[in-house]
């Protein structure tokens, strides 16, 4: 019994636990966040796979393991806008400061989008993606428009921000709340004489106004109080239809009286042209104000487009310049390398030859026992048949057709004849070894024989004097 009591205890325990763990898995969502559930959330229409599955406004069960979930925070996001600088269709630069308020979208599709993309992001980076996407779409309406509708037409700019706004927006997963545009300048001036000449034009409009209205007053008064006297008159005229002389007098009286109106008239006409004079002469000078407005910024447009194309010009030629003695310095480094690597190669085959010849030199010193002289006959022993081929090539291509030696017979100081003499010049005429050695920069070595010097001039004795 103990042992089935233990059983059913820890049964129990484990159910328990098992229906909290189950309980605690399934999550509300606030009203002011949507719940993002990601992992293994099933398949879309088209039969792949969802990436998430948003939540608003209700509850869900997460599976374990499977299954997570993030929040998306629904806090509506106020981005300050400051555009300056960007282009209208009249190529004026207008400063465009607004406001915008946005927020996730909790419409169906456009939650996905914003579950796929700002998840995990903070709002400030949010605000700072949305920030970026305004100012692009807002540089992309104001290029479209005059400065006259954005202006004057603010509902119908402000339509256009809100429609192109919104369209980017909702992309990301975001939509458009509010958008507030605080005020509109531009560096050129031309709003301001815009409003100066609707001021001017609406003065003169309360100008002619007042003149017309008084001009009517005049008239009326005028009317009256010739009805008054004609009234008079004719009462008169009634009740003494004798008098002539009052007749007379009311005649003269309405004659004065009509001269009295033509005058009025006359000064209310005038006073009316003048009017419309100075209402046309205020025009005039406004328009005028906004005509050099607009030279003055069309010369300065030329202008800086003109500074603009010199400047890309130079620009491009120093490039091509330099691109040029690039190409030249690299072409000069090449041809430099390509001497300095043939020089090396053949300083180095030369270096190699020197290297082997003292190689073998040392080998051929040390077969003659470390004697040098002992080498040098090794040597002069081994290149001796091609010093005596030399020497019998110096001779042996000299033909000779016919030698005539006419000899008397008579001998020289050292006893030899005019044919000896001949042949033995003739052979002294061929080089000499040592010779060759000597112009060579060498010495011949004495067992080859030694230089033969010529004979000291012998002293011829003086005559004997004659005997007496």
Avoid at 52 to 72: D, K, M, S
Avoid at 312 to 341: C, H, N, T, V
Wanted: net charge negative; glycine share 6%.
């Amino acid at each position: 019994m103990p042992y089935v009591v233990i059983l059913v205890s820890v049964a129990v325990i484990l159910v328990f636990s098992l229906l909290l763990m189950l309980f605690s898995r399934y999550k509300k969502c606030p009203s002011d966040k949507i719940m993002v559930i990601y992992g293994n959330v099933g398949k879309s229409s088209s039969g792949e796979a969802r990436p998430a599955r948003c939540v608003h406004g209700g509850a869900a069960f997460i599976w374990p393991v499977v299954q997570a979930y993030e929040y998306l925070d629904l806090t509506p996001l106020s981005i300050s806008v400051d555009l300056k600088n960007t282009l209208s269709k009249q190529n004026i630069r207008i400063d465009v400061p607004s406001r915008f308020t946005v927020g996730i979208s909790t419409e169906h599709g456009i939650m996905q989008n914003a579950a796929e993309r700002l998840l995990r992001l903070k709002l400030s980076e949010v605000q700072e993606l949305a920030k970026d996407i305004i100012l692009g779409q807002l540089r992309l309406i104001i290029a479209t428009m005059d400065i006259e509708e954005i202006n004057t037409d603010r509902d119908k700019f402000l339509e256009a921000v809100s429609r192109n706004v919104e369209t980017e927006l909702r992309k990301i997963g975001l939509r458009l709340i509010n958008v507030n545009v605080t005020d509109i300048n531009d560096e050129s001036g031309y709003i301001v004489a815009l409003g100066r000449e609707a001021a001017a034009k609406a003065i003169n409009d309360a100008k002619r106004s007042v003149a017309e209205q008084d001009r009517e007053g005049a008239v009326g008064e005028a009317n009256a109080h010739r009805d008054q006297r004609v009234k008079v008159a004719a009462a008169e005229s009634a009740a003494i239809e004798g008098e002539n002389k009052a007749k007379i007098i009311i005649a003269a009286s309405n004659a004065l009286l009509r001269e009295k109106q033509a005058e009025s008239l006359k000064i209310a006409v005038s006073a009316e042209k003048i009017q419309e004079a100075k209402a046309m002469e205020a025009a005039y000078a406004a328009q005028q104000i906004a005509e050099n407005a607009r030279a003055l910024k069309e010369n300065a447009t030329l202008e800086a487009d003109v500074i603009v194309e010199a400047e890309i010009k130079k620009r491009r030629m120093e490039l091509e310049a330099e691109a040029e003695a690039e190409q030249i310095r690299r072409r000069a480094k090449g041809e430099a390398d390509a001497i300095f690597a043939r020089m090396e190669a053949e300083a180095r085959g030369t270096q190699e030859v020197l290297t082997r010849q003292a190689e073998g030199l040392t080998r051929v010193v040390a077969a003659a026992g470390g004697d040098p002289n002992s080498a040098l006959r090794l040597m002069l022993a081994d290149k001796m048949e091609q010093l005596m081929s030399i020497q019998v090539d110096a001779v042996k291509n000299i033909k000779f057709d016919k030698v005539t030696v006419w000899d008397g017979g008579a001998s020289s100081q050292d006893g030899k004849t005019a044919t000896a003499g001949f042949l033995s010049g003739l052979m002294k005429s061929l080089p000499p070894l040592n010779e060759l050695f000597e112009m060579s920069g060498m010495k011949l070595p004495e067992f080859l024989g030694k230089s033969i010097q010529d004979p000291p001039a012998q002293k011829t004795a003086p005559p004997d004097s004659a005997s007496t």
